[in-house]
C-alpha cells in the first residue's frame, strides 16, 4: 500500500471482492470482457483497478442496457457493469454494507445477509391467518426511478469514507449504453443488475418505507423483499387509507405505486362473509389465495394457503421448453441429467415451501419433454403413450435421476 495514494485501500480489499464476483459470475459489460478474459491477466488487471481506485482516478465505463420481455408483458431493464466495475463495485458494497444492514427492519428480507425469499414467505402465511386483509404493493419502475439526491442524502448518514461517497456518486451518474452506442447519463434510478444496487435500494426504501410506516403507522405489520411489498391490515377501510397514505407518499419521493397491479385482498378461507372481488395476491413467485384441500388429518375444507403461482409456473415451462431438445436425440440420458438436475432441484427446493404437489404438477411438464425425446431416440418407441410408459419404468426403477422423482417428493405439506 502506497502512502502517495489519496485513499489508502489495502490490495487485499480489491483480491477478495474479485472472488465474490467470480464467484457469481454474471455476462460481458460494454467492453465485451468476461470473466475468462479478464482472469487472463488477473494479476496486472486487479492492480490497475486497485492503483485507479486508490487514486482517485477511477471513473465506471458505461453500463450494458439489456432489456428482457416480462412474461407479463412489457420490459425489464437491466444494466450490466464491465467486470472490473463490478469488482469495484463489490469493494464499496463490502466496506459499507455492516453498517447499513445494521440498520434494516427485521421484516426487509431482499438481498441481505442471512435473510431470505422463504423467510419473507412464511412470515407472511403466519399473518395472513391473524389479519384478515392485505395490501399488495407494486411500486412502477423503481429501480429505474430513484432520487439521487434522496438517496446520497441517506448514503451520507451512514457512510463517512470520502472515498466511498466519491464512487457511488459515479456510479449513479455512469452513463448507460444503448444496443445501437447511444449513451445516456441518468437523472435518477440506479441499474439493476448493478452490484451495489441492490443494498443502495434497500437503503433508499428503508427510509421512504419501513422508516416511515413505524413512524406514522406503527400497527401495520409487513413484509418488504427489495420492491416487493405487502402490508396486513385488520380491515379494509383501514386496508384503503394506507393504500392512500403510500400512494402520497411515494409520489413525494419520486415514486409512484402501480394503479393496477397494487391490490387490496381478502385473506381469509373458511366461509367468508360477504362477496370480496380480490382474494388472492402474488408474493415472490407464489399465488396466496382460498384452496380446497383435505389436511393431514384428513378434514377437508377452504383455507387461505399459497403455492406457486400461474406467472412462475409459465416460466418454469417455457425454460425447459427452450432446452436443446432436438440436439439431446443424439445424447444419453445422463447429459441431460447433468444439465438439467441443479435446475430442477432449485426449482423444487424454492416452490416447496408451500404447496409441493402443484411444483410436482409443473415439472411433469419436463417429464412430458423426456417422453418426447425418448420417442424420436429409440425408434422401437412407435407412440408418444410407449415413451411416456418408458420414462414411467424409469421414474419408478431410478428415482435418484431427477429431483422431482424422488418418492418423497410426492408427501403433502399442507397444514
Not at 442524502?153 to 472515498?163: D, G, L, P, Q, T
Not at 456518486?169 to 434510478?189: F, H, M, N
Request: net charge positive; charged share 25%; proline share 4%.
Amino acid at each position: 500500500m502506497s502512502e502517495t495514494k489519496s485513499f489508502q485501500i489495502p490490495k487485499h480489499l480489491v483480491y477478495e471482492a474479485y472472488k465474490r464476483v467470480k464467484a457469481n459470475q454474471g455476462g460481458a459489460g460494454v467492453d465485451g470482457e468476461s470473466l475468462k478474459d479478464f482472469e487472463l491477466d488477473l494479476t496486472n488487471n486487479l492492480y490497475m483497478l486497485w492503483n485507479r481506485l486508490s487514486s482517485g482516478s477511477y471513473m465506471p465505463p458505461p453500463v450494458r442496457r439489456v432489456e428482457i420481455e416480462k412474461t407479463t408483458g412489457g420490459i425489464r431493464k437491466l444494466g450490466i457493469p464491465t467486470v472490473a466495475d463490478r469488482i469495484a463495485q463489490m469493494v464499496v458494497k463490502r466496506q459499507i454494507e455492516p453498517e447499513i444492514d445494521a440498520q434494516f427492519h427485521p421484516d426487509s428480507y431482499g438481498y441481505r445477509p442471512e435473510k431470505s425469499a422463504h423467510q419473507a414467505l412464511q412470515k407472511t402465511k403466519q399473518r395472513c391467518y391473524k389479519r384478515a386483509w392485505v395490501l399488495d404493493m407494486d411500486i412502477k419502475g423503481f429501480f429505474d426511478n430513484i432520487d439521487h439526491e434522496l438517496l446520497m442524502k441517506a448514503v451520507r448518514r451512514h457512510v463517512k469514507e470520502s472515498w466511498h461517497l466519491l464512487y457511488i456518486q459515479r456510479w449513479l451518474t455512469a452513463p448507460i449504453q444503448y444496443r445501437d452506442g447511444s449513451l445516456e447519463v441518468p437523472q435518477k434510478g440506479t441499474p439493476q443488475g448493478g452490484v451495489i444496487s441492490p443494498l443502495l435500494a434497500n437503503l433508499f426504501l428503508h427510509y421512504v418505507f419501513d422508516v416511515w410506516i413505524g413512524k406514522n403507522w406503527e400497527h401495520i405489520q409487513f413484509e418488504r423483499y427489495a420492491d416487493d411489498i405487502v402490508c396486513h391490515c385488520s380491515t379494509e377501510l383501514g386496508a384503503r387509507k394506507l393504500k392512500a397514505a403510500l400512494d402520497e407518499r411515494f409520489r413525494s419521493c419520486g415514486l409512484q405505486l402501480h394503479p393496477d397491479k397494487t391490490i387490496i385482498a381478502y385473506c381469509k378461507g373458511g366461509s367468508r362473509k360477504g362477496d370480496y372481488p380480490t382474494v388472492t395476491f402474488d408474493f415472490l413467485g407464489y399465488t396466496f389465495q382460498p384452496r380446497w384441500i383435505k389436511t393431514r388429518k384428513g378434514v377437508q375444507g377452504l383455507y387461505f394457503i399459497a403455492a406457486i403461482s400461474q406467472k412462475a409456473a409459465k416460466e418454469i415451462r417455457d425454460e425447459i421448453n427452450s432446452w436443446a431438445w432436438r440436439y439431446w436425440c443424439h445424447k444419453e440420458l445422463v447429459d441431460i441429467r447433468d444439465f438439467s438436475r441443479s435446475r430442477l432441484s432449485g426449482w423444487l427446493n424454492y416452490f416447496s415451501l408451500f404447496g409441493r404437489s402443484y411444483i410436482r404438477n409443473v415439472l411433469f411438464h419436463f417429464d412430458r419433454r423426456l417422453a418426447r425425446w425418448a420417442k424420436k431416440k429409440y425408434k422401437k418407441l412407435n407412440t408418444l403413450m410407449q415413451a411416456a410408459r418408458r420414462i414411467n419404468f424409469a421414474r419408478a426403477h431410478n428415482p435418484g435421476v431427477f429431483p422431482h422423482w424422488k418418492k418423497e417428493s410426492m408427501v403433502k405439506d399442507w397444514t
